[in-house]
């Protein structure tokens, strides 16, 4: 798999402290109050909304959390404006980057973005800087006990999905961003629990990191960039090997 490996990073937030768990909640909430603006606080009648839903499901998210920001984005409740917000870049290495932004700040997001892109080696760069180096597409990661082959197949092609992907670790689910709330809806219909949902930025070509150096600068970039209130999802397109990947983060 392109970058650093996906399913080491989804083993990696699976043990996350509780402070980390907060601010995946803070994540899942703005999204969810973002789409229920858009689309209305009934899942059935909004399909985005219905896959954020299994999404805070997934990470144990307390349902009156899940409540209070659906009631934020239908109006409910009193609340602040978000807007979402893509930053492209270079980091260390000449590794390209994607940062999805959600704030009620774009001037704040947008001057800690570019300081932390300075700060780690990297630049920021203007619209379509990088994003010719990946696809934007639904990417679900599906283990192996979750699910035999020829039954995520079925369900994932007939839901509309491209492609299923056998590796080592499990099955990795490309489907276009149009159709991502369809398959994820016909997976949870079918009793198959996924480890990872997203629409992503999958790259197309890969520049290789070797360097322990270059990697540690690497690594505290992506790290400082997740823990930024106001980012909901980093997207690379390193090639570094698990040993590489592990010794960069103390590991």
Not at 169 to 187: I, M, N, Y
Request: net charge negative; charged share 30%; with cysteine.
């Amino acid at each position: 798999m392109a970058g650093h490996n996906k399913w080491s990073k989804v083993k990696r937030l699976k043990a996350v402290t509780d402070a980390r768990k907060g601010k995946a909640f803070s994540r899942i909430s703005r999204d969810i109050t973002l789409s229920a603006k858009a689309g209305g606080g009934d899942p059935e009648g909004n399909a985005r909304l219905r896959t954020l839903l299994l999404k805070a499901r997934e990470a144990n998210m307390p349902a009156d959390n899940v409540d209070r920001a659906i009631k934020k984005g239908t109006g409910e409740l009193p609340g602040v404006t978000y807007e979402d917000i893509t930053y492209e870049g270079y980091g260390p290495g000449g590794v390209a980057f994607i940062v999805k932004v959600t704030t009620d700040n774009k001037n704040r997001a947008a001057k800690a973005v570019r300081s932390l892109f300075a700060r780690h080696g990297g630049n920021l760069g203007g619209s379509g800087a990088v994003a010719f180096q990946f696809v934007h597409a639904g990417q679900i990661l599906v283990g192996k006990d979750k699910a035999s082959e020829d039954k995520l197949m079925e369900v994932a092609l007939e839901a509309g999905a491209d492609d299923v992907i056998s590796t080592e670790e499990g099955f990795d689910v490309r489907c276009p961003a149009s159709g991502f709330d369809k398959v994820l809806h016909a997976l949870d219909k079918a009793g198959i629990r996924t480890d990872s949902a997203e629409i992503a930025y999958i790259p197309t070509n890969t520049v290789a990191v070797t360097e322990l150096s270059v990697a540690q600068t690497l690594v505290k970039l992506q790290e400082a960039l997740d823990e930024d209130d106001d980012v909901q999802a980093v997207f690379s397109n390193e090639e570094m090997d698990e040993a590489l990947n592990a010794a960069a983060r103390g590991e």
